[in-house]
């Protein structure tokens, strides 16, 4: 097995920024896991996703901001930990909205923005502590980290 090697943080931003569809983990009350897909942006290799406050994921959030960001893929595979952000309103961050707008660009992607519809109430900023990142096809030589502190 090969050593796992560091990756940049701005590379993971990078491997962020394309994606369509995002998991997210979180903690409900109970302690019990809580995955939901999202949908993201990354603007200056910070990662913003959104929600409505009412969902679960913004109550767990709101209890414990400890998450878990993931790919849809489990052949190209990138894992990112950390604490959800409340960043207030969404329309509140223009640049994120505009960035939002232009990577959700099908008209019939509109309703599903905070732009296209009001309820979405909440922008969350990922504050990430670590990163994994592999691809199944070569995993003992494309494993790479990143953790608080690295490059």
């Not at 406050?53 to 109550?59: C, G, I, M, N, Y």
């Not at 296209?116 to 990163?131: K, Q």
Request: contains cysteine.
């Amino acid at each position: 097995m090969a050593v796992m090697e560091n990756i940049a943080w701005g590379e993971v931003a990078e491997l962020l920024a394309p994606v369509r569809n995002y998991w997210l983990a979180s903690v409900k009350t109970d302690g019990s896991p809580h995955a939901t897909p999202v949908w993201g942006v990354v603007a200056g290799e910070t990662f913003f996703f959104y929600s409505q406050r009412s969902t679960v994921k913004a109550h767990n959030i709101a209890a414990n901001p400890r998450v878990v960001v993931h790919l849809e893929s489990g052949e190209e595979v990138l894992i990112v930990r950390g604490t959800a952000e409340d960043c207030g309103r969404p329309g509140d961050s223009a640049d994120v909205m505009a960035a939002l707008q232009e990577k959700y660009d099908d008209p019939e992607d509109q309703a599903y923005l905070p732009t296209g519809d009001p309820a979405y109430d909440v922008l969350y900023r990922l504050r990430p502590s670590s990163a994994r990142r592999w691809i199944l096809s070569d995993f003992d030589d494309s494993q790479r980290a990143w953790s608080l502190g690295e490059p």
